[in-house]
């Protein structure tokens, strides 16, 4: 079946026209160019300030004039991750979309329902004939996966709303109300290459299935990073020195893919231990990493490599930061506090980095694990730059929208919904420090792996989260 025969239409045929876009983060110049054409066609108000994000204002339809202002919000951006065996460029080509049951997916790489349904929606509302709404400001912003740098230029007076709804949370249940703040923590260093000895060995790791670094970092998934660290640590006895290291990619999606060459005094009796490691580590992720393989080759190549005192060092550092949850919240039931995601890690012609993004949703604790990952890295010799620091949106309970739509929710879908935090870095918290009168609330339709090539986003679901926003327009407050 076509996308854009799915219901709702109007949903899946902006998603489908989106999706032709290319769209990476920090790359968001043909989708800001494709918002804004929108906006313009409709003859609505439209701007683009000046750090990228779009906005495009629409007037109440008849009756909801005296009704609260809402800002519906949603970034343009996708994570771009693909399987190792696709060939894809994410900034020349659309995503290839196929229908799979109940669920939409892509041919091999990310889906960009993440944060592209709710573009999608919040464009079926501008262009929409027949669907009561009060005053809207769409609120389109930029670079929310890499840096969240669209929210934190928005300046304060761009909007006037007093509410704001986030189209960017993934399960179709929940009302999210606050969520985890984040820092970028990025070691470097730069090594002189000395000679090695002659045995060479390959370590590849993949099929693991990755995800999103908040939201999945609880499951027990594998760090594909924290594996490789694994078995670079058995060859230290060996006098392992490091020629190359490949492993994951973006700071927010769990790694799912590491490559290393290495050279050691004895190959035979280092491939035995990574033998009996292999066996350990499959064993311990059989039940969620089921196709998860670690390959080992010999190589006869010589190269040049770090020393063995400088490989001890970093292959110590990647045995000793911490990755995964550091803290479970106190005070919300089943809430990751705090956590963090050793993301990539590159080690090439002596150069070498190691990407790490730590989320938290009390900034004592972000910046408690993020001094322990400095104090870790520096240790070992290298240099720790912090970056990117966003805060958290704390909770407000008792705001009177989440009653609305708590109240919605129960009479149209006849449950109660899960009122939440989430440990994702969504924008909320940000725009609030310049808005801090605004109620704000994130919703969303039912998306699973995202961050992943496995991203895929549920029919039925869309169609219920349809449904529901048109509801929650139509029952917004009247101004105070």
Known sequence: MSITHL????????????????RPSKKEERVIAFI???????????????VGNVIIKKPATVGMENRQTVVLQSHLDMVCQKNNDVDFDFDTQ??????????????????????????AAIMSILESTDIAHPSIEALFTIDEETGMTGALGLKPGQLTGEILLNLDTEEDDEIDIGCAGGIDVTASANYTLTSTSSNFVKIEIKGLQGGH?????????????????????????????????????????IP????????????????????????EILEEFASVEKDLEINFATDENIENGLSVED????????KSAH??????????????????????????NGGLKILNLTRSSVESTKMAVAEQLKSVFELAGMQVEFSGSYPGWKPKPGAEIIKIMTEIYEKDFGAKPHVVACHAGLECGIIGANYP???????GPTIRGAHSPDERANIPSAQKFWKYLQEILKNIPVKN
């Open 36 to 50: 804004k054409n929108f906006g313009e066609n409709l003859g609505l108000p439209t701007s683009v300030d000046e």
């Open 311 to 318: 490989s001890k060092k970093i292959i110590l550092a990647l």
């Open 256 to 279: 799912r893919e590491a490559h290393a060459l290495v050279a050691v005094n004895n190959a035979s009796e280092y491939l035995q231990k990574l033998e009996t490691l292999k066996s």
């Open 94 to 119: 659309g995503i290839e979309m196929y229908v799979d049951g109940d669920w939409v997916k892509a041919k091999g790489t990310t889906l960009g329902a993440d944060n592209g349904l709710g573009v």
């Open 7 to 22: 219901e709702p239409q109007n949903i899946w045929k902006n998603f489908a026209a989106l999706n032709a876009v290319p």
């Open 323 to 348: 990755n995964g949850v550091y803290r479970m919240s106190p005070d919300v039931a089943d809430l990751v506090e705090a956590s963090n995601n050793i993301a990539r890690v590159e080690l090439k």
């Open 437 to 443: 009168k605004m109620e704000m609330v994130s919703f």
């Open 213 to 253: 670094s908040g939201m999945d970092i609880h499951k027990g998934f594998g760090n594909s990073n924290v594996i490789l660290g694994r078995l670079l640590y058995a060859g230290i006895s060996d006098e392992i020195q490091l020629i190359s290291i490949e492993g994951g990619g973006l700071r927010n999606a």
